[in-house]
């Protein structure tokens, strides 16, 4: 039965057939605004609207980009990539109101690429769909930037993790004095370390162990190279003790240094005194197997880094991609033969300008150049740069060795 309601001078019946779908649709509305469209990525920022958009606009979401490749950042499923050049794409932001002074964000990347049949019958641009990996990462990116310019609320207390490792590293600073301290008191009862007067080695070859002790099977602190200079604080039969830092000393063979020669070669003195090209920025970096086509990093473990145009990007932008592979080539090896982990084998660069671009290098090959056993034509012969005519620098001087086409995803999981 009808029950009639009484709302001024008319009557409203709650049987009518068109109340309960409109209370329906206002119980369901906040749950579609929670819920994104298919292929939109979303996250809430405690900040306004205006001050996302402007960070965007520092991070260059709303410029358009050019892919390295396709695959890794589209849905492949029934797609014939190799019948796709030329991947570009854009975002889509939109912003909405949240909960407070909290603003949602959802972000839509539209990728498209130059499609074409072997015969050439068919072709043009065609969308693809987005995997979720390019709006993922540029929402890391806005939060990561947040972080470091958004001023804090207040400093947060400090966790018990932090506390314990903050307590664990000076615990280990005072008992490497106390170490030291106790080795100097054995110098002096026991004579079997010589102090010697203060001088300075460096050693012969590329990648020689700093151990903890004076033994061959001691841990491996670090692997020099030949442009490292370390001041010798004593001996101890064929070993010399050697100074790392203010609070950590070291063990190296004595038949692996040379002591008064020059510690560089021409090629690292220059590159180990310059920083990075200012021309490109590095967006991330992560390690893992090379999944390309480069036989020579097939399968291996490679460091694979990302880069963007700087701001103020000089007019010649294929030399100064050239110019900053080379620099990260020779800046990630010094610091992958300090590191005791051994399993690094190449360095792969890729470039997000709108040609794109990708170099890479084994590791082998970066400490012969650097070392000066191999010349910079010859090293640049080794490499592989892809496309080619994106780094000028092997266009007419040597023979690019192959095309690395890394597929490594911008945001690595």
Known sequence: MDLPFAAGAGAVRLGSPWIAPVIL??????????????????????????????????????????????????????????????????FKIDFLPGEGKRTLVRVKANISAWYSEGDGTAQGYRVLQSNGRLETDLLDRLSDYLAQTEPS???????????????????????????????????????????????????????????????????????????????????????????????????????????????????????????????????????????????????????????????????????????????????RYREATHSADNSLQGIVVIFLDKRGGVAAARLDDIGYWLGGTLTRDAFLARCSFDPVGAFPVVTGKVRPSGKARATTPIKPQ
Request: glycine share 6%.
């Open 153 to 331: 609320t207040g400093t947060p207390p400090r966790s018990s993790l932090e506390e314990q490792i903050a307590t664990t590293h000076a615990q280990r600073l005072e008992a490497e004095r106390s170490l030291s301290g106790l080795e100097a008191q054995l110098q002096t009862l026991t004579g079997t370390t010589q102090v010697v007067s203060a001088k300075f080695v460096a050693v012969a070859r590329t990648g020689t162990p700093v151990l903890d002790k004076p033994a061959a099977g001691a841990a491996v602190l670090l692997k020099a190279q030949p442009e490292d200079e370390f001041e010798v604080t004593g001996s101890r039969g064929g070993w010399l003790r050697v100074k790392l830092d203010e609070a950590r000393s070291g063990w190296v063979n004595s038949s692996q240094v040379q002591s008064n020669l020059p510690i560089l070669s021409s090629v690292s003195a220059a590159k180990s005194q310059a920083d990075l090209p200012a021309d490109f920025t590095i967006l991330r970096e992560s390690t893992s197997s090379f999944d390309g086509d480069w036989s020579p990093l097939k399968g291996k473990t490679s460091l694979f880094v990302w880069a963007q145009p700087a701001s103020r990007i000089t007019p010649n932008i294929a030399a100064a991609k050239s110019r900053f592979a080379e620099a990260i080539f020779a800046q």
């Open 25 to 90: 649709l206002l119980w369901t509305l906040p749950a579609l605004n929670a819920q994104p469209p298919a292929g939109v990525k979303q996250r809430e920022y405690p900040a306004s609207s205006a001050s996302l958009r402007a960070a965007l606009q520092k991070l260059g979401a709303y410029q358009l980009s050019r892919l390295p490749i396709l695959e890794g950042f589209v849905q492949t499923q029934g797609l014939q990539l190799d019948r796709y050049s030329r991947p570009y794409y854009e």
